[in-house]
């Protein structure tokens, strides 16, 4: 069942909390990437557009313990209202500066929805998150999905019904723990599921999976953890003591580049290694444009593989680019998104 469209809501004269995902990645103080606003637009465009009254956009940012200057929206706000120049739109502070965020407490959720006529929930990323401004707020206004949490849903829910094979599944990136249990819940129906990064020297030595994984057989090491650091091809079980793997090697390049050609579907999420680094992003690279060569229905999620594909040029050559790393994961393995589930049925 999905969630009632805010296409469907009576919004002309009303005033709309919305929560969106502008949880974007911060370099000193700056937006590094700015997909999740620019993706938050069409809902807050649609609400300006059928007659809206005033539009407040709430969001966290970061993992601040408690109101941290450091993660202050303001950044974010400077680059949402720079889009969308509109007098009637209003964002407020951090959510996670409130100290009943986390906790979905329902008095902070009531805070939130003072003087609102409606909610709008569009923060597909969090929405695996039960917390007041995702979850308990639902259940003091009227709530309807945003277009871009409805666009996920389609888009991501094709994963999970048939899909054309083979279907491979590339995970990496350095959340191993979040991860290992997504990928036995969701390899099984993948036909082919490779591992890279951080995740891949977890199962070096033992494969707690109950299914076999592609496994890099070779890594870019570094003599130490330094963009410059010395660098040398190693095979993935032959490290050098001391070095460390932080990319994939030119033969796993090559074989995992192959594999995904082949594939008619392809979910990515996580790097293959730290490819913010020059001399470590030919793993992720040659991943990317793996993936962007396919024919076939391709979806990229998660910030880092985001990043990387918008990096590179790529975020057209793929089907769908999601904005949600542990959102889309948690969908993918079928559970409930607490997010969505607490809007009604429409
Ligand atoms: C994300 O970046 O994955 C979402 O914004 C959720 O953030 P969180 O993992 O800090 O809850
Ligand atoms: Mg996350």
């Not at 094709?158 to 279907?167: I, K, S, Y």
């Not at 891949?200 to 870019?220: H, I, K, M, Q, W």
């Not at 579907?265 to 470590?280: L, S």
Request: net charge negative; hydrophobic share 45%.
């Amino acid at each position: 069942m999905n969630p009632r469209s805010v296409e469907t809501a009576e919004v002309e004269g009303k005033r709309v909390l919305v929560r969106s995902d502008l949880n974007v990645p911060l370099q000193d103080g700056r937006i590094a990437d700015d997909t999740r606003i620019r993706a938050a637009l069409p809902t807050l465009e649609l609400l300006f557009e059928r007659g809206a009254a005033e539009v407040v956009v709430c969001s966290h940012l970061g993992r601040p313990k408690g109101a941290d200057p450091a993660f202050a929206i303001a950044p974010v706000e400077a680059r949402l209202t720079e889009l969308l120049p509109d007098a009637r739109l209003r964002v407020l502070e951090n959510t996670r500066f409130l100290p009943g965020e986390t906790t979905n407490d329902e008095a902070t959720a009531r805070t939130l929805a003072d003087g609102m006529d409606l909610y709008v929930n569009d923060a597909f990323g969090s929405a695996h998150r039960a917390h007041a401004s995702t979850e308990a707020v639902a259940h003091v206004l009227p709530a309807y999905a945003g277009l871009l949490l409805l666009a996920e849903l389609d888009h991501l829910g094709r994963l999970l019904g048939e899909v054309e094979r083979p279907f491979v599944l590339v995970a990496g990136g350095s959340k191993v723990e979040d991860k290992l249990g997504v990928l036995q819940n969701l390899g099984g129906r993948a036909d082919t599921v490779i591992v890279g990064g951080k995740m891949a020297e977890e199962l070096r030595d033992e494969n707690p999976l109950d299914f076999a994984v592609e496994l890099p057989s070779d890594v870019v090491a570094a003599a130490s953890f330094d963009a410059a650091a010395d660098t040398r091809v190693a095979p993935y079980d032959e490290l050098p003591a001391g070095w460390l793997g932080l990319d994939i090697g030119p033969d796993s390049r090559e074989r995992f580049g192959s594999i995904v050609r082949r594939a008619a579907t392809v979910f990515w999420n996580g790097p293959m290694g730290v490819f913010e680094w020059d001399a470590f992003a030919a793993g992720t690279k040659a991943v990317a444009e793996a993936v962007a060569a396919v024919n076939g229905y391709t979806v990229v999620g998660g910030g880092d593989s985001v990043r990387a594909i918008s990096e590179l040029g790529l975020d057209d050559d793929v089907s769908w680019v999601s904005t949600g790393g542990g959102a889309s994961l948690e969908l993918l393995e079928g559970k409930e998104l607490p997010g969505v589930a607490a809007i009604p049925a429409g």
